[in-house]
T-cell receptor, first 116, second 114 residues
Framework: DTGVSQDPRHKITKRGQNVTFRCDPI?????LYWYRQTLGQGPEFLTY????????KSRLLSDRFSAERPKGSFSTLEIQRTEQGDSAMYLC??????????????FGPGTRLLVL | DQQVKQNSPSLSVQEGRISILNCDYT??????FLWYKKYPAEGPTFLIS?????DKNEDGRFTVFLNKSAKHLSLHIVPSQPGDSAVYFC?????????????FGKGITLSVRP
């Protein structure tokens, strides 16, 4: 169990640029989640996948955000035309399918984005 | 609207004493609750969870209590250790976590004094 990994760990960009983050889930987990955490807040749900299917998207996920999981393994989260309000920690989590403790979500270390 | 509330932003306790972290929720559809611990520059780490069919779950030094009628849960850490100093998030999900997006509170910063 190597855990959830995210790349890059930190990203600084200028307003208006596009950025892409990658998440590699725990190998036997077929569910993958993206959350965003801003200062002083808890993580907020953005979207989740079961295998390659994107099953739910939050209204926080504006049309500048797109997430993919093309082969049901790793996932990417792209933000187009970044704004200063996009500055946050972007967290990825993965889980097995199932209820209760079986479906516990395990988080990666996050990607901290700063938009100047 | 904040569906999961952690109203106390911080808590300081002496090493060896009990830490009690509280959480309230408003959504009656929530039926599964979790506590995560977070150190700076790391992702949240799962601690313990409880289903709404139970009122208590224990794992080592950590015990979670659920009061469904009051829509309140608490995490007890006994005895508290300096390494427990971190931010603790309460989270909730509906449908026993089967789908399942988590709704988090804002977190409580616990400081355990040696």
């Amino acid at each position: 169990d190597t855990g959830v990994s995210q790349d890059p760990r930190h990203k600084i960009t200028k307003r208006g640029q596009n950025v892409t983050f990658r998440c590699d889930p725990i190998s036997e987990h077929n569910r993958l989640y993206w959350y965003r955490q801003t200062l002083g807040q808890g993580p907020e749900f953005l979207t989740y996948f079961q295998n390659e299917a994107q099953l739910e998207k939050s209204r926080l996920l504006s049309d500048r955000f797109s997430a993919e999981r093309p082969k049901g393994s790793f996932s990417t989260l792209e933000i187009q035309r970044t704004e200063q309000g996009d500055s946050a920690m972007y967290l990825c989590a993965s889980s097995r399918p199932g209820t209760g403790v079986i479906g516990t979500q395990y988080f990666g270390p996050g990607t901290r984005l700063l938009v100047l | 609207d904040q569906q999961v509330k952690q109203n106390s932003p911080s808590l300081s306790v002496q090493e060896g004493r009990i830490s009690i972290l509280n959480c309230d929720y408003t959504n009656s559809m929530f039926d599964y609750f979790l506590w995560y611990k977070k150190y700076p520059a790391e992702g949240p780490t799962f601690l313990i969870s409880i289903s709404s069919i139970k009122d208590k779950n224990e794992d080592g030094r950590f015990t979670v209590f659920l009061n469904k009628s009051a829509k309140h849960l608490s995490l007890h850490i006994v005895p508290s250790q300096p390494g427990d100093s971190a931010v603790y998030f309460c989270a909730a999900s509906a449908y026993s976590g089967a789908n399942s997006k988590l709704t988090f509170g804002k977190g409580i910063t616990l400081s355990v004094r040696p």
